[in-house]
């Protein structure tokens, strides 16, 4: 929703709490030192043996994925969230929509909590290899958020009048929200259905039919693919391309995710448990500077969507009273 909106949706009150919000999403507040999870901390910190010797650069990427891990944690706890599909049907099209958009904060939250803890402890253990797809994954969902706020924003401003939505503006509204939500490539009706040897035989019949197998209806709309929002990450941030590309290198079964698994000593290479890993290291070291900018513009994105999310849920609320 335009942000020149949030003074109608949003009384002043509200405003200034909705602005504490999005304020400690991009990580403005002074950091909580008391987090806690099943009475155990849950803040995951870099070893000290990074910060050994760093650089400032090096420094200020650390303390950034720290802070960005504890606060979405924060975010992830005090965020519950729940969607009944079946009754969302009965109910008009904007509460529909207000309703996503918190379900799509509260994934995302989640996503971020899990994949930047990841990162972290990875490279306590240390596990480079898990570190890169940690990393790999944190992108892709970057990616996807950033490309779908954008085609969000897009419909958002693009209605004839921004202060009052037609039924066809809000449908395509929804129906975007609902590919961004409910989107895959798995069928999962079948996979339920079916099982997992059925599925096998269904899949099976149509390789062998050369065509594609047939989703039942009401399956999960058709996801758009990863690299189609990468393409259009990397069209406004050119950057991302050797962000991006840097990772899948060291994922995927080539020469880097060889690296990440191997030592270096006297001019050799080496693959040995008892020794440290310090081609891995290093390279690790380097995807903490360069998964960085990502962990900023996932801030940005998850800020922009609990300002939409928080509108419209203020609106759809007035609206019924």
Not at 199 to 221: D, L
Request: glycine share 6%.
């Amino acid at each position: 929703m335009p942000a020149r909106l949030a003074d109608r949706v949003v009384h002043r009150n509200d405003k200034v709490a909705l602005d504490h919000r999005v304020s400690r999403c991009l990580g403005r507040d002074k950091p909580s030192t008391n987090l806690k999870h099943n009475g155990k901390s849950s803040m995951q910190t870099f070893p000290n043996t990074l910060r050994n010797n760093a650089s400032e650069l090096l420094l200020k990427c650390l303390n950034g994925i720290e802070s960005f891990h504890e606060h979405i944690v924060r975010v992830h706890k005090d965020n519950p969230t729940s969607f009944n599909p079946t009754i969302l049907q009965q109910e008009p099209v904007e509460k529909y929509i207000a309703q996503v958009l918190q379900l799509l904060y509260g994934i995302y939250a989640a996503k971020f909590a899990e994949l930047s803890e990841g990162i972290i402890e990875s490279t306590s253990n240390p596990r480079y290899l898990v570190f890169a797809y940690c990393c790999r994954g944190f992108i892709e969902t970057t990616a996807a958020l950033r490309f779908y706020n954008k085609k969000t924003q897009q419909l958002f401003m693009k209605a004839k009048n921004q202060d009052a939505y037609d039924s066809a503006e809000l449908r395509e509204i929804a129906s975007l929200l609902d590919l961004h939500s409910r989107g895959g490539r798995f069928d999962w009706a079948q996979y339920w259905t079916l099982g997992r040897k059925g599925m096998v035989n269904h899949i099976s019949t149509s390789a062998r039919e050369k065509k594609p197998a047939q989703n039942p209806p009401g399956s999960n709309p058709s996801q758009i693919n990863a690299k189609t929002m990468i393409a259009a990450w990397v069209s406004d941030e050119p950057t991302i391309a050797l962000i991006y590309g840097f990772f899948c290198e060291v994922v995927h079964p080539n020469l880097g995710s060889n690296f990440l698994v191997m030592g270096a000593d006297s001019g050799s290479l080496y693959v040995d448990a008892s020794r440290e890993r310090t081609i891995g290291r290093s390279l690790a070291l380097e995807g903490i500077e360069l998964v960085t900018p990502v962990v900023r513009e996932a801030n940005r994105c998850m800020a922009q969507l609990l300002l939409w999310s928080a509108m419209t849920e203020k609106a759809t609320s007035d609206g019924a009273r």
